[in-house]
C-alpha cells in the first residue's frame, strides 16, 4: 500500500542564492514541509508525535538535485511514506516545477525519541495503532 501527499509551495525570495535559484539546503526545508503535510492529512504531525511522548529526529537524508528552482516557481511536494518493519519512519520525495519536471528527488529516515532522551527500538504504540488503521499491520 502506497501512502502519500501531495503539496505545493511558492518559492520566496530569501530561499534563492546570488544567481537567482533556490540554494540547495532550502530543498530539505521543502522535505519538512511535504512531511508535515502528510503528517496534517493522515494523522501523523509533529504535534501528533509529540503528544504522544515521542520526537523524530532526522538521522539521514538524501537529495539529488536535477533542474533549479527560482523565485516565484511553484512547486509541487510528492511525499511519500516507506514502511518498514522497524521503528523508524521513512519519507521519500519529489519536487515537479510548474511544467511538472522533476527537480529534485530525496529521502529522510527519522526515528523516535522518547521524551527522556530514550531511543525506542520498538514500534511505540500509537505509531502501530497508526500503522494498523492505515491498513500497514494486522
Not at 17 to 41: C, M, P
Request: charged share 25%; net charge positive; hydrophobic share 35%.
Amino acid at each position: 500500500m502506497i501512502i502519500k501527499e501531495i503539496t505545493t509551495i511558492r518559492v520566496r525570495f530569501n530561499e534563492t542564492d546570488s544567481l537567482g535559484i533556490v540554494w540547495h539546503g532550502n530543498y530539505i526545508s521543502y522535505f519538512e514541509e511535504g512531511r508535515e503535510a502528510f503528517g496534517r492529512k493522515h494523522g501523523l504531525s509533529y504535534l501528533d508525535v509529540k503528544n504522544n511522548g515521542y520526537a523524530t529526529p532526522i538521522v539521514e537524508s538524501h537529495s539529488k538535485h536535477k533542474l533549479p528552482l527560482k523565485y516565484g516557481d511553484i512547486a509541487t511536494i510528492e511525499t511519500t511514506f516507506e514502511d518498514v518493519p522497524s521503528a523508524k519512519m521513512i519519507f521519500t520525495y519529489k519536487i515537479f516545477n510548474t511544467e511538472k519536471k522533476l527537480v529534485c528527488e530525496g529521502r529522510t529516515v527519522q526515528v523516535f525519541v522518547e521524551t527522556s532522551g530514550d531511543l525506542s527500538l520498538n514500534l511505540p504504540s500509537f505509531f502501530r495503532k497508526w500503522k494498523m488503521k492505515e491498513g500497514l499491520l494486522n
